[in-house]
């Protein structure tokens, strides 16, 4: 698929005019500069010509602090891979010297470009000051109101037609969407940009420097993977910042639309009460986990350390103990080529469907080996139950009393599923339905 990246320097309207072209609100919009850090990903059609849209965060080309520079070579990263261009320019401040910075950017780089003029929020005559953007030597600007949506179609139908003679990407087929997700500092940007082998996300010590959760694809002999790298999630306490909040939310949306997650541990500090809550927060979503337990590297060791480790990991998070653990160090590689193999099967695991004769057997034999509980001489019946659903997998077991089953005889049920199916990696929901003997199908 054909890539339209969107460039500017800060505070123009790139992530507002974003948001307005993909019709959600993907990029955080806030008038703070550097808000939007990494590329943002997502798939566009106008006239149908399919594209997928990148936002990039604002060039700063003079700039020497740490972020800005790498927000710089990020946005270069995305010029380069572009098919087209979109440069976006502010009609208030006028045409600036950091405008003509980045026009020379993409005049160098010999890049298709559309040249869009924002924040012209009137309708009609357009002003005169548009035509001052025509010494950027980009040619026609295009007056825009990202807010309104006004020109949009104008500025899409030039950006279509620039990319109708652009080659096409082969079609990989679906793809495992994985996020990442974990404290801040814990090395999920370090692990992406290991899996895809370059610099992909901003790294730095600095907390909260991913804000936005960002996709990146990687094709595999295992399969196509998409990785939704997520802004490190704090307690509630230290986020202070507007930007920070809307951070958060964005790393739940990554997770609610993830296949899998990748829970991320650091080895050097184990699992902390906030890791159990982020945890907790993909258990109760039902989704398919690893744990990855990363900066293994940094851990004095013998022989018998992982194994103490593992069983701290799963004692700590007693909830999860159906998720396998992998210990890995993104800084040197180890291990993190075994997670491809790990994620495939958790999402299996996640999306498997028994029959309801097996199951039936199933449950058979294991109120043999143990009885139902019962209570003031009245004992718990089970009916039979069926597979309502899966991702995750929903069990619905019909019964002659509901208060009878009680929790322990769930988990007893739960595990037994597991020994006799694997469901390896995801969690089950077992729904308790009363049923009326007499009515029994």
């Not at 593992?310 to 998720?323: D, G, I, P, Q, T």
Request: aromatic residues 6%.
């Amino acid at each position: 698929m054909s890539v339209v990246a969107v460039v500017g320097r800060p505070n123009v309207g790139k992530s507002t005019l974003f948001n307005k072209l993909v019709g959600q609100r993907l990029s955080i919009v806030d008038d703070t500069p550097g808000v939007t850090r990494d590329r943002i990903y997502c798939d566009c059609e106008w006239c149908g010509v399919k594209f997928t849209l990148v936002d990039t965060g604002g060039i700063e080309p003079q700039s020497d602090d740490v972020i800005l520079s790498q927000m710089r070579r990020q946005a270069q990263l995305a010029i380069d891979k572009a098919d087209v261009v979109i440069m976006v320019t502010d009609i208030r401040t006028g045409m600036t010297s950091a405008d003509q910075d980045v026009a020379q950017m993409l005049l160098k780089a010999g890049k298709k470009t559309v040249l869009c003029v924002n924040k012209v929020d009137s309708p009609g005559q357009p002003p005169a000051e548009l035509y001052d953007f025509y010494n950027l030597g980009l040619g026609d600007p295009y007056p825009v109101s990202s807010i309104h949506g006004l020109g949009i179609g104008d500025l899409l139908d030039a950006v279509t037609e620039l990319l109708r003679d652009a080659p096409s990407e082969p079609d990989y087929g679906p793809a495992v969407k994985v996020a990442v997700i974990g404290k801040p500092n814990v090395g999920k940007s370090s692990l992406i940009n290991a899996i895809l082998g370059q610099d992909r996300m901003i790294v730095s010590d600095v907390p909260g420097t991913t804000r936005d959760a960002v996709d990146s694809v990687k094709d595999t002999p295992e399969g196509r993977f998409v990785f939704i790298d997520t802004a490190g999630l704090r307690k509630k306490s230290k986020v202070n910042e507007n930007i920070e909040r809307y951070s958060v939310v964005r790393s739940y949306m990554a997770v609610d639309r993830a296949d899998v997650v990748l829970i991320m541990i650091d080895a050097t500090e184990g699992v902390t009460e906030q890791d159990t809550k982020i945890a907790g927060f993909a258990h109760e979503r039902g989704k398919a986990s690893v744990i990855v337990v990363n900066k293994w590297d940094a851990v004095d060791k013998d022989g018998s350390t992982m194994a103490a480790e593992k069983k701290k990991v799963l004692e700590a998070l007693k909830y999860m103990s159906y998720a396998p653990v992998i210990f890995i160090s993104a800084k040197t590689g180890l291990r993190v080529g075994k997670l491809f193999g790990l994620i495939n099967h958790v999402a299996e695991q996640n999306s498997k469907r028994v029959p309801t004769g097996v199951l039936n057997d199933v449950l058979a034999d294991a109120m043999a080996k143990v009885q139902p509980p019962s209570d003031k001489g009245k004992r718990l019946k089970i009916y039979y139950m069926t597979q309502a659903s899966v991702k995750p997998p929903s069990f619905i077991c019909f019964c002659n009393n509901a208060e009878l089953f009680h929790f322990s005889y769930q988990r007893y049920i739960e595990n037994q599923l597991r020994a006799a199916f694997g469901f390896e990696g995801t969690p089950i929901i077992l729904m308790i339905r009363e049923k009326n003997e007499k009515n029994i199908d």
